[in-house]
């Protein structure tokens, strides 16, 4: 807020001067933005955000995607050890519950092959086996 001083003189006191404030409630350059100004912050924040988390995301999507291959090599490898122990793969109707579990016809299964929490994605699925011999 700006303060102005303005003298005034009374009619024959001409010598005597009297001080008025007035307070001036126009604003300067510098004593706040306005609407406009707000609005075009906020949205250039809303749009930086946007664009970090959509890097951010896909970035997630990717690593998800990365990690669930690492995991089919790993199942496809504990599935080998199974058959060499057993001699043959995992029927269809097992699954991969024979990698934890020993089916009742399965002889010389040494398992567990894998730990339980293993046989889901990234994304929270179970992962599935289907014998194609």
Excluded: C
Aim: net charge neutral.
């Amino acid at each position: 807020m700006n303060i102005r001083t303005i003298g005034l003189r009374r009619k024959g006191e001409e010598s005597k001067s009297s001080l008025l404030l007035v307070f001036d409630r126009r604003k300067g350059p510098e004593e706040g933005m306005t609407i406009i100004e707000i609005l075009i912050v906020i949205a250039l924040i809303g749009t930086i955000l946007t664009i970090i988390m959509t890097n951010v995301l896909n970035k997630n999507n990717e690593a998800k995607i990365d990690l669930t291959t690492v995991q089919e090599k790993k199942i496809g490898e504990n599935l080998d050890f199974y058959k060499l122990h057993v001699g043959r793969y995992p029927k269809t109707e097992d699954g991969l519950m024979a990698l934890l579990q020993a089916p009742s016809e399965a002889k010389n299964w040494r398992g567990p092959y894998i730990e339980a929490d293993k046989l889901e994605d990234p994304w929270g699925q179970k992962l599935t086996y289907r014998d194609i011999s």
